[in-house]
């Protein structure tokens, strides 16, 4: 998949407001997009770890972070926005799919700007913080936010659903706590079940749905030591996924990036017929030789046939004509089994000739070894030894009782 340079990005969100709700890894994903529509550059490690700062890239804290208390529990808050000229980018951290803060966060898009483009993640802290039997309570707070904004967005408004990527065997994070820290092994295969539950509610409310956890279940090196979060080629791709994904709902396309030309030098091509190459041109060939094996060389001259070049009308029918076929277009044949025309003889089109040719090819063995035997005799053989039954009682009638 081709990643979206700054200049894609920039004309695909102009002019548009973005909003990110989701938890550490959504951040890192509006991180991205500022950083994003702004130049050409990936995330350093510390704005990766970094969380609750007073500005990143020129954007603005609206509410918790640094100005309240930094810690790790569910009731951590953070809201951040940028905004420039022609772009809006906004971002809520939530540790619940729906709670009494995310129906504030609902009655912030009701009063508005409008969202063109809506990324809700929220699967980690839901399954893990709050009760141990997860599923149903996360699948009925999944209806209660899905039928909320619902209520809220407008039609014209691209909702995506991001699935969770896949986690570690291992995790260690600051959502972690010494409580559950004896689930940290079972999460990654809850995280397939949750992200199970919130595809079909997703779906099923006309969300767009971007499986994340299919998309980077080969890329697992690209994933930090604590098991949870990315470096920055995942994210800068996890950006290109979800824009390429919005440029396709909104009939926009995103031209792939520019290769250079290939050179016309760089071309295989075929030696002409009538050509053969021997064991003896072989061993005199130069080693700076352009010629590879057989009648195939790399830079050639230009009275030498294309590779699927057919020539002229009137080079096909010779050829048709030499070869016994009718005219068809050049074919390539490897060395070994390619017969040269000027070299054909008239006993080699005789069907006699051909036939004695290959009957000498399938004669039987000599009888000369017919007297060894089949198996032959003092061969060693790498027996696997027996293993000998220990059985202390015996099942047998004694003999005194006979």
């Known amino acids: 998949m081709a990643l979206v340079g700054h200049e894609h990005a920039a004309q695909l969100l102009h002019n548009k407001c973005v909003v990110v709700i989701g938890d550490s890894i959504q951040r890192a994903v509006y991180k991205d997009i500022v950083l994003l529509v702004q130049r050409d550059k990936y995330l350093s490690q510390p704005q990766l770890r970094s969380k609750g700062e007073c500005t990143f890239e020129s954007d603005t804290l609206v509410e918790g972070g640094c100005q309240g208390t930094m810690n790790n529990g569910t009731h951590y808050r953070e ?23 995310m ?3 609902l009655d912030d898009l009701r009063r508005g700007p409008t969202p063109d483009l809506l990324v809700v ?12 039997e997860w599923v149903e309570d996360y699948e009925e707070h999944l209806h209660r936010f899905f039928g909320g904004l619902k209520e809220v967005l407008p039609q014209e408004t691209l909702a995506v659903w991001n699935l969770t990527m896949p986690l570690g065997q291992k995790i260690k994070g600051g959502f972690m706590t010494p409580e559950i820290a004896h689930r940290s092994g079972q999460l990654r295969f809850d995280v397939v079940e949750a992200n199970f539950s919130g595809s079909s509610l997703a779906c099923a409310y006309g969300w767009d749905v971007l499986d994340l956890h299919f998309s980077f279940r080969f890329s697992l090196q690209q994933r930090t030591r604590d098991g949870i979060h990315w470096n920055a080629v995942a994210h800068r791709r996890m950006t290109s996924l979800l824009l390429r994904h919005a440029a396709a709902a909104w009939g926009v396309q995103l031209p792939a ?14 030696a002409p017929l009538g050509t053969r190459t021997t064991c003896l041109d072989l061993l005199n060939r130069p080693l700076n030789s352009n010629r590879r094996h057989g009648n195939v060389e790399e830079n050639f001259s230009k009275e030498g046939p294309v590779c699927g070049d ?6 096909r029918q010779t050829v048709g004509a030499q070869r016994g076929k009718r005219a068809l ?9 390619r017969q040269a025309d000027s070299r054909r003889t008239a006993r080699e089109d005789d069907a006699d000739y051909r036939d004695r040719a290959m009957a000498g090819r399938f004669q039987p063995y ?16 790498n027996r696997r030894h ?15 009782l006979c």
């Open 366 to 381: 000599p009888s000369d070894y017919d007297h060894y035997p089949a198996h032959p005799q003092r061969v060693m053989r």
């Open 386 to 400: 027996a293993k000998r039954t220990y059985a202390p009682y015996s099942h047998q009638r004694p003999r005194h």
């Open 310 to 315: 057919t020539g002229s009308k009137e080079d």
């Open 79 to 101: 809201v951040r926005q940028y905004r420039s000229q022609h772009h809006l980018v906004r971002f809520y951290f939530v540790t619940r799919v729906y709670s009494r803060y």
């Open 121 to 132: 993640n929220s699967c980690v802290w839901d399954i893990s913080r709050y009760k141990h």
């Open 103 to 105: 129906q504030s966060v």
């Open 257 to 270: 990036p520019e290769l250079p030309p290939p050179s016309v030098d760089a071309a295989p091509r075929v």
């Open 329 to 337: 277009p050049y074919i390539y044949e490897p060395p070994h089994r």
